[in-house]
């Protein structure tokens, strides 16, 4: 199985390089904050004797008289201004980026196949990491900024089709056995996958801190001559992020030269386009992408529901942490020691990477499964920060390092659980000829998440963001409770039998009805357990065209 397990991993790069820039995004805003606090406003700096003009101190100092770099009325001068949307609008854009991506890369993935999707994502990351650490600095502040979210936005949309196509490719890999029979367990191999987004967060952490202490970035020098008002350098911090995009750069385009050469199309895929007179058959053409919409969601719903529902709520909460975790250490660490803000994020990264791997060794147990592992991991991380919020004055005023604690407490149960749950589950609930298609839908749904949270979070305190996740968190166990069916035991290929009656028009009557594999609103309000379910027909004629055709077939056999 070992090639099985190398194939796996090497299906999750994509994960890990998208992981590695936009995990590390929370970080480098600490960079550049505190490297162009003109741009990034603030009400306090570190170094107030090094206020150069007025406009950044509230309130403004008194200045006799403007320095060189100050305007004639005493001010900052434009270039080194930027307006608050164009900074909020990196992160929207990336996930812009994201949703779209997901949805029309998804599409490509079930039409041209998972090599081609592949090569596609890698390669349109690869040229939008490159602008992005390449963004023009001549220019000023605002120009700069202002093209970042314009590369932000290209890289996301590559970042979109990662999901959905390696999730998908994953699953289909399961589903090959190897010279002696064998293959790896469904959950826990699309995890192994999936768990290359927490290495990517970890190594990225890790060339963080190891490119600060290398520049020493990390407490704040005021007695330094060459470090601004907030006590560091400019352009050792502008160095920093650049390179940690270039070596983003660097690991993108081995990606997609190796996905050029070596990777080959899933076999899975292949044997389920319906191709010759079997699709003559069918009733609907799912070739069409909007056709495909309409037969997943008349059909499938409950399930997009449960997918895309629980990754809707549960991203609210993840990505809104993730992306200001920097933010949130910073307002956790008195002294906003840059080195030491990243080292606890580092923590925090690590141990979210023991969660991805203690789900993947128990998810495919019966007494785990997915649904259990999801409510249970969502329910704690709820409880976490319920009680951070609740008691935060207290434990930011005088129990810090409690604080702390639980918030990395609360990173191992959101990825051993809902984060790992969220992205298995679409892979296994829907057939092969949209599978990609229906991960990608229930993605789009979670990143719509992730930017309800970009936007609304800028607009409040951290205690607030923990109250507002810990609610989220409790809507995910609801949602999974009475939506999300569990197919831990379940052949995935039941799906594509499924999907073969209802564009026949046949009677369906196999295992994904058993009530072991349903969910209690399919259970007790569909009614679907133990019943047939039958595919549509619009009208007589087309049944008897199609009846037609079978007898046709036959005969020439």
């Keep these: 199985m070992g090639w099985q397990w190398f194939s796996l991993v090497v299906a999750g ?14 970080q480098i805003k ?22 150069l003009c007025t406009g950044l101190l509230f309130p403004e100092p008194n200045v006799s008289a403007p320095y060189p770099i100050c305007t004639e009325t005493g001010e900052y001068p434009d270039s080194l ?28 993935a079930d039409s041209l196949g998972r090599r081609l999707g592949s090569i596609i ?30 590369f932000y936005a290209l890289f996301g949309f590559g970042v979109g089709g990662e999901y959905p196509i390696s999730a998908s490719t994953a699953t289909e890999l399961t589903e090959v056995t190897d010279e002696k029979g064998t293959n790896p367990k469904r959950g826990f191999g699309v995890t192994l996958t999936f768990a290359m987004q927490g290495v990517g967060a970890v190594f990225g952490s890790i060339v963080m801190v190891i ?63 319906g191709e010759g007179e079997q699709k003559k058959l069918e009733v609907y053409n799912i070739d069409n992408w909007w056709m495909k919409y309409y037969v997943a969601i008349k059909y499938f719903w409950p399930r997009l529901l449960a997918t895309g529902g629980c990754w809707f709520l549960w991203d609210v909460a993840f990505y809104g942490n993730k992306l200001f975790s920097g933010p949130i250490f910073q ?36 007494w785990c499964g997915r649904r259990n592992l999801q409510m249970v991991g969502s329910f704690i991380v709820a409880l976490c920060f319920l009680f951070s919020g609740v008691f935060f004055d207290t434990l930011y005023e005088s129990y810090p390092k409690v604080l702390l604690f639980i918030y990395i407490f609360s990173s191992f149960w959101g990825q051993c659980g809902p984060n790992v749950i969220t992205f298995i589950t679409p892979t296994e609930l829907f057939p092969t000829r949209f599978r990609a298609t229906c991960h990608g839908l ?27 996740c810990a609610a989220v968190c409790f809507s995910v166990v609801v949602v999974t409770f009475f939506f999300l069916p569990d197919v831990t035991d379940m052949d995935v290929c039941e799906n594509d039998r499924f999907l073969e009656a209802i ?3 046949e009677a369906y009557s196999g295992e994904l009805n058993n009530p072991l594999f349903l969910s209690p609103y399919e259970k007790y309000v569909q009614k679907r357990g133990n019943t047939q379910v039958e595919g549509e027909v619009d009208g007589e004629q087309e049944l008897a065209d199609m009846t037609t055709k079978k007898e046709e077939i036959i005969d020439s056999q």
């Design 13 to 26: 790069l994509g994960m890990f390089s998208e992981s590695f820039i936009i995990f590390t995004t929370g």
């Design 30 to 51: 600490t960079l550049w904050k505190s490297g162009h606090p003109t741009c990034w406003v603030h009400d306090n700096v570190t170094c107030p004797e090094k206020v």
């Design 81 to 108: 201004h930027c307006t608050s949307e164009v900074v909020g609008a990196i992160s929207y854009a990336e996930f812009a980026g994201i949703m779209f991506g997901m949805l029309a890369l998804s599409l490509v």
């Design 121 to 150: 994502t890698s390669s349109i990351m690869l040229v939008g990491v490159l602008l992005m650490s390449l963004s023009p600095w001549s220019f000023g502040l605002q120009t700069q900024y202002a093209c970042l979210v314009a």
């Design 211 to 273: 490119l600060l202490t290398a520049f020493n970035q990390g407490p704040p020098d005021c007695l330094d001559p060459d470090t601004n008002v907030m006590g560091y350098n400019e352009t050792s911090l502008e160095i920093i992020w650049r390179l940690i995009y270039a070596i983003g750069f660097g690991i993108l385009f081995a990606l997609s030269v190796y996905r050029i050469f070596f990777v080959k199309e899933s076999e899975s895929w292949m044997k389920h386009q």
């Design 331 to 366: 307002s956790l660490i008195p002294d906003q020691n840059l080195l030491t803000v990243n080292e606890y994020i580092l923590l925090n990264n690590a141990v979210a990477l023991f969660g991805y791997y203690v789900a993947a060794c128990i998810v495919d147990y019966p």
């Design 442 to 468: 229930s993605a789009f749904l979670g990143k719509t998440g992730a930017l309800v949270a970009t936007i609304a979070f800028e607009h409040l305190t951290v205690k607030t963001i923990f109250i507002v």
């Design 503 to 505: 564009l026949r028009g």
